[in-house]
């Protein structure tokens, strides 16, 4: 157990709809990350936040969006969702963010989108 | 060409085998290479970690980096059935402050009894 945890940790919708995901990081950690990983495309970086604040920006599409909010959880929305949209999504935290620290990965949740 | 190939596998050895991971990668500037497994249906985990070219070994697991080579390998030594992962390397350099790693695809791992 990596002390990060996310719900759901699965979910059916249809196309078009409209889901929030939620992360809750390792106790201490003020980085929250967010990955997708589809069969094509591997583990791809979302987005990054640290207390409270944007960081980074990898491959995120325009109709997703992230924050991370005082208490540190953070949540990724997805919204007019298609089916290539069907992967899995982790999060990961990590202390601070620096090049040598572990970041720390959550269980996935399982995005099915039909 | 993407930025880190990684042999997706899968990779059958029998149990006791010393097993060679490998990545290639094009961007010079990555300096932090580290080596994650991946359980099904889990998330990964952090196995071995190095900053710039080296060598590194914790246990049965070495890593190794070539930058000149632009060549990342993990060497498991000893092999068990539950080494039976996805392996993933992946590497990151500084980006605004932020190291965000770039992952490989993940070589899968099979170690039959």
């Known amino acids: 157990d990596s002390g990060v945890t996310q719900t759901p940790k699965h979910l059916i919708t249809a196309t078009g709809q409209r889901v929030t995901l939620r992360c809750s990081p390792r106790?201490?950690?003020?980085?929250v990350y967010w990955y997708q990983q589809s069969l094509d495309q591997g583990l791809q970086f979302l987005i990054h936040?640290?207390?409270?604040?944007?960081?980074a920006k990898g491959n995120i599409l325009e109709r997703f969006s992230a924050q991370q909010f005082p208490d540190l959880h953070s949540e990724l929305n997805l919204s007019s969702l298609e089916l290539g949209d069907s992967a899995l999504y982790f999060c990961?935290?990590?202390?601070?963010?620096?090049?040598?620290?572990?970041?720390?990965f959550g269980p996935g949740t399982r995005l099915l989108v039909l | 060409q993407k930025e880190v190939e990684q042999d997706p596998g899968p990779l059958s050895v029998p149990e006791g085998a010393i097993v060679s991971l490998n990545c290639t990668y094009s961007n010079s500037a990555f300096q932090y290479f580290m080596w994650y497994r991946q359980y099904s249906r889990k998330g990964p985990e952090l196995l071995m970690y190095t900053y710039s070219s080296g060598n590194k070994e914790d246990g049965r697991f070495t890593a190794q980096v070539d930058k000149s080579s632009k060549y990342i390998s993990l060497f498991i030594r000893d092999s068990q059935p539950s080494d039976s992962a996805t392996y993933l390397c992946?590497?990151?350099?500084?980006?605004?402050?932020?190291?965000?790693?770039?992952f490989g695809r993940g070589t899968s791992l099979i170690v039959h009894p």
């Open positions: 106790s201490g950690d003020l980085s």
């Open positions: 936040y640290y207390n409270g604040e944007e960081r």
């Open positions: 990961a935290s990590s202390v601070s963010g620096g090049p040598q620290e572990t970041q720390y």
């Open positions: 992946a590497m990151s350099s500084s980006s605004g402050g932020s190291y965000i790693p770039t």
